[in-house]
């Protein structure tokens, strides 16, 4: 088949649909390598067009410089998608021409803007091109492959498309995040956080962007009362900063906590697998996530992970039946991760110092992290997408 894959979201350097739609090409070319026969056109934007090379013959590129959300989406990219005549084409993410009519798959990740618009979905005209786009996505596709089981229910409640339309496949964990077990390695990273971020042992780690469904505010507020106990702790909090959601700064402000909670902004991968060997803990706050990648990051890193107890959160994190009670009739289970209600500030607070205060705890829910990410892949995701590929 000649399969087209939409590409103007590829990135390699943060988390997210980036990371998704890299990873994808990256495997699909390996199974190419080992015998794969489909053509791939992939579909790129500035400057990752020029930035990135496939490195097996049956994969090529298409400069399309168009926007998501633009009437060239909608015009200049319909037209060199009809030009290419692909058999089947795959959308990385909902922004589909609205009148392109052959055969397509498309991956939704999470249905955030709909569940929490925030501030950058002010404008009607945004909205409602929001609304129209992913309604005909998700509509006219052969297929849509979910990234979890809650955003397949988000799809089946919201969208109301049918329950056999969807299917779940599951991303992956980038290897270069893992267990850094030498001591002078992490010696060496210790002193290069210090050097460049201010950062110092013992901390909190979060990572990723700053928008209201991330529920910065509260975390900062619970950190306060969490300091109460454990005056040596700080919080880093990695991402680049977002004008539109000043609150996280604010909250700092307000309780004080200046020199204690720590903005990196943007860190290179290297680093943040660093700060993720370094941690005691990666907190998770969010309201709302489609998948949840920096679970898996934190998880082959070896990171004691507390977080909410919503969306896809629990289902990533996964659950370990007891030894002990695995012979049990009621055979129960128990998280790989502590959980909290995030909409209650208290119970995160105490939640993180069940963590602080127990490190036999911390060492469990290490090694159990380490576990659990190993069910999960990119190679096994670009396998099982290649096989509905081939089923349409």
Known sequence: MRIGIDCRMFRTNFTGIGRYTAELVKNLQILSAQGLIHEFVLFFNEPEFNAYTP????????????????????THFLKLLN?????????????????????????????????????????????????????????????VIAVSNNTKEDLIKILKTPTEKIQVIYEGANEEFRYIENQSELDEATQKLKATYGVTKPFLLYTGVHRY?????????????????????????????????????????????????????????????????????????????????????????????????????????????????????????????????????????????QLLKNPELKKTLAQRGLERVKEFSWEKMARTIEDLYTSL
């Open 55 to 74: 490195n097996q013959p049956n994969f090529k590129k298409v400069l399309v410089n168009a926007p998501h959300y633009s009437f060239k989406e909608q």
């Open 83 to 143: 030009e290419q005549n692909l058999d089947l084409m795959h959308f990385t993410h909902f922004n589909a021409p609205i009148l392109y009519k052959k055969p397509f798959v498309v991956t939704i990740h999470d249905l955030t803007h709909t569940l929490f618009p925030g501030r950058k979905m002010r404008s009607l005209p945004y909205r409602l091109a929001y609304k129209a786009v992913v309604k005909n996505a998700v509509r006219r596709a052969k297929k």
């Open 213 to 353: 469904h991330k529920n910065l505010p509260r975390l900062i507020e619970a950190f306060a009362q969490i300091t109460q106990k454990h005056q040596d702790l700080k919080l880093v909090i990695t991402g680049k900063s977002d004008p539109l959601y000043p609150e996280a700064e604010q909250e700092v402000a307000k309780n004080n906590l200046q020199g204690k909670v720590i903005f990196t902004g943007l860190v290179p991968e290297k680093d943040l697998i660093a700060l993720y060997n370094l941690a005691i803990a990666y907190v998770f706050p969010s309201l709302y996530e489609g998948f949840g990648l920096p679970i898996l990051e934190a998880f082959a890193c070896g990171t004691p992970i507390v977080a909410s107890n919503v969306s896809s959160i629990p289902e990533i994190i996964g659950t370990t039946t007891t030894a002990a009670t695995a012979t049990s009739t009621t055979n129960p289970q128990i998280p790989n991760a502590i959980l909290f209600n995030p909409y209650d500030v208290t119970d995160i607070a105490e939640k993180i110092d």
